[in-house]
C-alpha cells in the first residue's frame, strides 16, 4: 500500500483542514453586522471528508491516483482561494461587503434560493435550446446550399456576408419591435448569432471536399441527394463542428443580452434583478450557475463531436 501512495493525493485536504482552522480561529470582523450561518464551515468539513475519501480508494486505483494527484495543487490552490476571500471579507473587511460578500452569503443564496434559481435557469436552457436548434438547423441547411450550388451561393452569399458580421445584439432595437414578445424575439437573435458561423463553415466545409470523393461516388450510382448526405457532409463535418462551436460561444452572449434586456425569469434576468437590489451575493450565485452550466453544455458538445469524428479525438481539446 506504501507503493501505492502519492503525498498529493493530501494537499487538497490539507488546504481544506487551514482554511476550516482560520475561518473558526481568525474572529470575524467587528464591521461585519450581519447575521452568519455557518455554510462555509459545513462546505469546508464536506470538501475535506470528500478529498479524503478520494485519497483513500485512489490508494487502490492506480488511474484515479494519477489524475486526482495531477489535479491536486489546483483544487488545493482554489481551496486557498476561498480562503482568502473570506480572510478579505468576513475575517477583516479589505473589500466593501456591499459588492464583494463573503462565502457564506454565497452560499446561503443556494441554499435558501434554490428553487427560483433552477426555475430561472430552466427558462434560459429553453430560451437557449429553442433559439440554438433553429439557428443551427438553418446554418446547416443554408451551408449545405451554399457550399453545394453555385446558384444559391451566387444569391445567398453575398446576403451573408452583409449581414452576417453585424453582432445579433446589434438586432435588438429592430427585434423587439418586429416579434410580439421579448421571448421570440430573444429566440430570433439567438438563432442569428448561430446562423452566421455554422453557415459559413459548412459551407466552406462542403466547397472544400475534395472532387475525388463525388467522382467515385458518381461511378457507383450515387444520386445527388447522397452525395451531399453521405458524401459532402461527413467529409465537411470537423469545419460544420468548429462553426457549432462558435456559435455556441455567440449564443450564450446573446442569451445574456437578451434576458438583461427583457426577458423574464432567465438567469441573466436574475443576476441583473438582484444587481438593481444591490444583492451581489445573487448576482456572483448565478455567475457561478452561469459557469458552470456553460462548462458543462460545451463538455457535452466535445464528447459528442469526439464520438462522430473518432478520427479527429483529442485534437481539439476542451
Known amino acids: 500500500m506504501q507503493k501505492s501512495f502519492d503525498y498529493r493525493t493530501l494537499i487538497p485536504t490539507l488546504s481544506a483542514v487551514a482554511a476550516l482552522l482560520v475561518h473558526l480561529l481568525v474572529p470575524n470582523s467587528p464591521k461585519y453586522t450581519q447575521k452568519q450561518v455557518p455554510y462555509f464551515t459545513i462546505t469546508l468539513i464536506i470538501i475535506i ?114 449581414v452576417g458580421p453585424i453582432p445579433s445584439t446589434a438586432w435588438v432595437p429592430i427585434a423587439l419591435v418586429t416579434f410580439p414578445t421579448s421571448f421570440q424575439a430573444s429566440v430570433f437573435l439567438i438563432a442569428l448569432a448561430v446562423w452566421f458561423p455554422t453557415t459559413v463553415l459548412t459551407s466552406s466545409g462542403i466547397s472544400n471536399v475534395q472532387n475525388a470523393y463525388f467522382e467515385v461516388s458518381s461511378t457507383l450510382g450515387a444520386r445527388t441527394i447522397q452525395k451531399i448526405f453521405k458524401v459532402a457532409l461527413p467529409a465537411a463535418m470537423p469545419s460544420i463542428f468548429i462553426g457549432i462551436f462558435n456559435g455556441t460561444s455567440a449564443s450564450f452572449i446573446t442569451l445574456m443580452t437578451a434576458e438583461m434586456l427583457g426577458v423574464k425569469f432567465g438567469i441573466g434576468w436574475y443576476i441583473n434583478w438582484q444587481r438593481e437590489m444591490l444583492s451581489y451575493a445573487n448576482v456572483y450565485a448565478g455567475l457561478i450557475v452561469i459557469a458552470l452550466t456553460f462548462s458543462l453544455i460545451i463538455t457535452l458538445m466535445f464528447r459528442i463531436r469526439d464520438r462522430v469524428l473518432g478520427w479527429q479525438k483529442g485534437v481539439i481539446k476542451w
Open 49 to 162: 471528508a470528500v478529498t479524503l475519501i478520494i485519497a483513500f480508494v485512489s490508494l487502490f486505483n492506480e488511474g484515479l491516483r494519477k489524475k486526482y494527484a495531477f489535479k491536486s495543487w489546483f483544487i488545493a490552490t482554489f481551496i486557498l482561494f476561498l480562503n482568502l476571500l473570506n480572510l478579505a471579507t468576513l475575517k477583516l473587511m479589505i473589500l466593501q461587503s456591499i459588492y464583494f460578500p463573503s462565502p457564506d452569503r454565497i452560499l446561503k443564496v443556494y441554499v435558501e434560493e434554490w428553487p427560483f434559481l433552477l426555475k430561472c435557469l430552466g427558462y434560459s436552457l429553453r430560451l437557449l435550446a429553442t433559439g440554438y436548434l433553429i439557428g443551427a438547423v438553418l446554418g446547416i441547411s443554408t451551408g449545405i446550399m451554399v457550399g453545394w450550388s453555385k446558384k444559391w451561393s451566387y444569391w445567398v452569399n453575398p446576403l451573408i456576408k452583409l
